[in-house]
């Protein structure tokens, strides 16, 4: 046994499926969940003969993806054939590229990017007992509806040094990919897949360890699981004093179980050789233009310039430019808000803690009852004391439920906060008089059981009562 402490050592290669409308090399358009082998032509089912056409868009996608990365762009590329055997490849060979990827380098965020590259999607196998006419059967069909979709394979160096990092990062790519609007990103539907390479080394060493491969994991839990698990694995075999086997593994995230795949030695040749039917591809000036011109801004500048420009903490920043629909209802709300009514820090706690956790974790905000308008003449309101925050909880519940005008709803529900003297000091002084012994210890100079005389009036107002005042009311009736 041996007590070095280990460091992780994570690299990522992901594929993205592309939202173009056709397929890479042909017509057929791309669709999610239509019956098995409708969208299909002689190209994207092998046939022989039969010639492919690289699909622009395409390739205008890779573009941006290396542009939001700040890649080198190749000025030629070429795509290659990889060469293996499965039945959800009926060519007997992928179109990929090889040593001259559309983009090589770049980073996002503190992660360096290896390379970019467009390949087609393989076909999907359906295995008995997953599609009811196959119930009972041994047998698999193939659905060569996906076949051929567009792909692009991002692979990073291996700068990645925790699970959390990875799943962290993941999100991040997501983000980025789903503003640049190039892909669905949709990990359920298999639009964002991911392999992730792990190692482990002595901490200090800037050696690479052995690796193994986990192969198609399609969510951030399982992600971050999978390579936890493999982490584990690894590092009891090193501390047994053993040695990691370079090997592909599938990670089950129901019984938290790695299998191999294969091993080394049976990793394949794929006699990668350039595509006899496909030219190399010239990026010309004007793609780029185009490309450039379609650029949007991306999540990490967004979360900068919600930082610098409106004060927002890194936190709040990230989780807001992060998710696109988020970032948008939050600018939306700050629009609505008339100048110095709303803070936008203000703005942002009342989305990433109130709305999301009522409208759930994922739901876009748009699509809900409560518009920008409302959020910020809420988030005005509690500003400027008219209601305490735990009143504008029941406007925002109400809100969520039935949309309104938050000004009219404090007014129906009586939710106006009890903050006018006139009106408080009266119930201070019932609390007061109902709490002599508190009042003794607040004379003595212990401040510390004001939280009764508070929650005394808290009780008497359903909440309405604003805390600072009460707290200034009691000094004043007790002379402090
Ligand atoms: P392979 O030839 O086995 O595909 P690559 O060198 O192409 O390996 O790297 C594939 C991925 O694995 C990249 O994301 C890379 O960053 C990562 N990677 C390479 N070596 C290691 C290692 N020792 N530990 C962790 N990740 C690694
Ligand atoms: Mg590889
Ligand atoms: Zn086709």
């Known amino acids: 046994m041996s007590d070095v402490a280990y460091e992780p050592v994570i690299g990522l290669e992901i594929h993205v499926q592309l939202a173009t409308r056709t397929k890479m090399f042909c017509g057929c358009e791309l669709t999610f969940g239509e019956p098995p082998n409708t969208r299909t032509c002689p190209v994207c089912l092998g046939l022989p003969g039969a010639l492919p056409v690289p699909n622009a868009e395409a390739i205008h996608y890779g573009l941006m993806i290396g542009m939001a990365f700040g890649s080198e762009l190749a000025p030629r590329s070429v795509f290659h054939r990889k060469n293996y055997f499965y039945p959800d490849l009926p060519k007997g060979y992928q179109i990929s590229q090889y040593d001259e990827p559309l983009c090589r380098g770049g980073r996002l965020g503190d992660v360096r990017i290896h390379r970019v590259h467009i390949e087609e999607d393989a076909a999907k196998l359906v295995h008995a007992g997953e599609s009811g006419r196959l119930h009972g059967s041994e047998a698999s069909i193939v659905d060569f509806n996906r076949g051929g979709t567009p792909l692009a394979e991002i692979v990073t160096e291996p700068d990645l040094r925790s699970a959390e990092h990875a799943a962290d990062w993941l999100r991040l790519l997501r983000a980025t990919l789903r503003a640049l609007g190039v892909s669905d990103v949709n990990m359920e539907e298999g639009s964002l897949r991911c392999d992730a390479n792990v190692s482990l080394r002595p901490k200090g060493s800037t050696e690479l360890g052995t690796k193994t491969e986990l192969k198609n994991m399609n969510s951030f839990r399982f992600i971050e699981r999978g390579i936890k698990a493999e982490i584990a694995r690894q590092e009891a075999i090193l501390r047994a004093g053993g040695q990691v086997e370079q090997e ?38 004007e793609m780029l233009d185009r490309a450039r011109a379609a650029m949007p801004e991306l999540p990490a500048d967004r979360a900068d310039r919600f930082e610098r420009e409106l004060g927002l903490n890194a936190d709040s920043a990230r989780l807001l430019a992060f998710r696109t629909e988020l970032g ?137 009562a604003d805390g600072a005042e009460v707290n200034r009311l009691v000094r004043e009736q007790l002379g402090l």
């Open 328 to 464: 948008d209802f939050f600018e939306a709300a700050i629009a609505a808000g008339k100048d110095g009514e709303v803070k936008p820090q203000a703005v942002a706690n009342w989305i990433t803690n109130e709305l999301v956790s009522r409208l759930g974790a994922d739901a876009d905000p748009a699509g809900s009852n409560v518009t920008p308008e409302a959020l910020a003449k809420l988030v005005a309101l509690v500003g400027a004391r008219k209601v305490t925050q735990n009143a504008a909880r029941q406007v925002l519940d109400k809100l969520v439920a039935d949309g309104g005008d938050p000004e009219r709803i404090v007014e129906a529900e009586g939710l106006a906060a009890v903050g006018g003297a006139d009106e408080l000091a009266p119930i201070v002084q019932k609390a007061l008089e109902a709490n002599p012994d508190v009042v003794e210890k607040l004379r003595a100079g212990d401040m510390k059981p004001i939280g009764v005389i508070v929650g005394f009036v808290m009780r008497e107002t359903k909440g309405r």
């Open 248 to 285: 592909t593994l599938h990670f089950d995230p129901r019984t938290e179980q790695l299998t191999s795949l294969r091993s080394k030695e049976e990793a394949h040749d794929y006699r990668y050789f350039p595509e006899p039917d496909l030219p190399p591809i010239e990026i010309t000036q």
